[in-house]
C-alpha cells in the first residue's frame, strides 16, 4: 500500500499525497481523525483545515490551509471557479445498451475533446452510497445538487486509448465517476459505479488526482502541482 507524503509544503499551505483507500477527513464532527490524511498530516505540521476531499478509493494530491487567511483565499478561489484539479482515469468500454438503474440515457456521443459532461446530482441507492446524474430540474426528485444553481460539469480534455483526462473547477461526491460511468466509460476497478457486477473488482480504483493549479494565498502567483498521470 502506498504511504502519503507531502509534496510541497509553505508557511501558507501544503500539497499532500494520499493513497488509495485512506479517508481524506473524518465523516463526522464526532469522528476521529486516526487513520485519515488529515490526521497523518497533523502530525507531521500545524494545519488549520483541509481545503476539499477525494474519495476513498482515490489516490492523489489533496490541498491543506495551514492558517485561516489562506484558507479563507482558498475558498475565494474554490467559490469563483478558480482552484482546478485534474484527474487521470484508465476506463473500460462498456456496452451501454446495458444501462445501469437511475441513470438517464446519455446521447450526446463522444467528440473528440476537450468536451464537457453536465449534470445536477442525486443521492441513489441504499444508505445513500451512490449518486447519480440528472439532467432535467423538475420534481422527479426531491433531492438534487446543483453547482450554484447549474450543471456540476466534468471537463474531458483528452483521451488517450482508455485512458482520460479530466478536469473539474467545482466538484461533487463521485461526480468524475459517475460522469465516466454515465457516457460509458466506466473507470477500472470501481465498486460503486461498473457495468460488469458479476466481475471480482482487483486492485485499486484507476482514477488519480495528479495535478492542482491555484494562485498562492499570498503572493498570488500562479503555483501548479503535478504528479504522474496514468
Known sequence: MDSP??????????????PPKMHCAPSGINSLKDGT?????????????????????????????????????????????????EYSAVCTNADVTVRLKGFPEYSNGIPQPPFEIESYFRPFGPGRKFVRPVIEDGKKHKEIAKDKGGFYKTEIIGINGNVF?????RGFRHQIRCHLCWIGFPIQNDPL??????EAQTGNLAL???????????????????????
Not at 62 to 75: E, G, I, M, T, W
Not at 193 to 198: E, H, K, L
Not at 214 to 226: A, G, I, L, Q, T
Open 5 to 18: 507524503y507531502i509534496l510541497e509544503e509553505t508557511d501558507n499551505f501544503a500539497v499532500v499525497y494520499k
Open 165 to 169: 483526462t479530466a478536469r473539474i473547477k
Open 193 to 198: 459505479y461498473s457495468y460488469f457486477d458479476g
Open 37 to 85: 490524511l488529515l490526521g497523518w498530516y497533523s502530525t507531521q505540521s500545524p494545519c488549520f483545515n483541509i481545503m476539499h476531499r477525494l474519495d476513498f478509493e482515490t489516490h492523489g494530491l489533496v490541498l491543506f490551509a495551514k492558517n485561516k487567511k489562506s484558507y479563507d483565499a482558498f475558498k475565494v478561489l474554490q467559490d469563483n471557479g478558480e482552484f482546478i484539479k
Open 208 to 230: 488519480r488526482a495528479y495535478s492542482l493549479t491555484f494562485n498562492d494565498p499570498v503572493s498570488e502567483k500562479k503555483c501548479e502541482y503535478r504528479i504522474a498521470a496514468f
